[in-house]
């Protein structure tokens, strides 16, 4: 590209230059190495003195202002690039400097097209600025905005449940004040189950959910009319059973309460988390000479944030029961290999067990969750 120059001793005509970029696509924060490059320059006086390093400026405008300051390397000979009538160039006697290559660099800091401009320069022979209130635009950028990053998420009071059961549901990291939908998914596709909550002003908020359709594998979170990755929750899994029927109708269990919260654990050191399962009723009514009957229990690993995860035998319990021949089951670990919470017949039985998980020092912080599923045979 060509502009007009005027140069200080006097001096004037066309600069011919050319501006490049290392990365003609950036994002927000990269670093852009810019190359000024004059192919020809108007002509002046020879040099005085020592050879300098030619400097120069880039000016930005668009979506970011500001000036790129750009030199050659100190000390270098800039392509033998020199200004004035001694000048041993392709222009002969009188012509300017030719080959001069200056560089620097800036940090991009705002998304949109950014624009580059040619701006003074300085040369061993004398100063040139721009005649114009600034040169033709030389190159133009398209920066990319920053992604969003979506912090929404949610977790679910229990895992499984027979169809109708009321699942209670929480999330955080929605925008503050927002209608939320909170939904039933039958794989990649929504069920008819729905409710609605209000993000309170930490972007919170808590709700019950109805799951009544036996397909539902999992249940999401969104602002807006659908779900979308940048404004829901990902899909936290869910499982519909089917009620139990005793073999024979005689033998029934109940639960009081589908979910157990353990007391919060510092951070750093071991803890333990402390709580209690939700009493569970047996009835045998099976009759004489029936076997006795025994409730066990098995429990999943924890999970946590980004795949974090507490092994299921770090959970112990101590069970306890009464009622109908009911004998409670030994203390110790429960985990995926599964423990007798209690056996009995006849008659109707209480059964209940105080739990307490041991959290390895400096486990990651945050919720952790696991399934621990109750067999009664």
Known sequence: MEFPTRCLPAAAGPTTARIEVDDPSPGVGDTVTVTYRLDRTPPGPGPQGAFPAPTGRVLLGGAQTGEVP???????????AVMGAEAASPGGAGAGAYGVVMKGSFVVTAPGELTLAPGGYALPGGVCAVAEPSAPVARRLTVAPLPVMNLRGVALGT???????RVRVTGAGFTPGAAVTVAGRAGAAGTADRAVATADRSGAFGVELVVADRGTTGVVAYEGTAWSPERG???QAYTVVEPTVPAGGGLTMTQAGAAITLGAVGYGGAGGGAGRIGTVTVVDARGAGAARWTLRGKLTDFTGPDGARIPGASLSWIPSCGGGGCVPGPPGAVGPEG???ASGEGGSS????AVTLRVPAYTPPGAYRAALTLTLS
Not at 70 to 80: I, Y
Not at 159 to 165: C, L, Q
């Open 159 to 165: 895992s499984y449940g027979e169809p109708g059961a």
């Open 339 to 341: 423990a007798v919470l």
């Open 233 to 235: 929750a990902r899909p």
């Open 70 to 80: 750009v030199s050659a390397a100190p000390g270098a000979d800039p392509g033998g």
């Open 350 to 353: 209480t059964v209940d067990a």
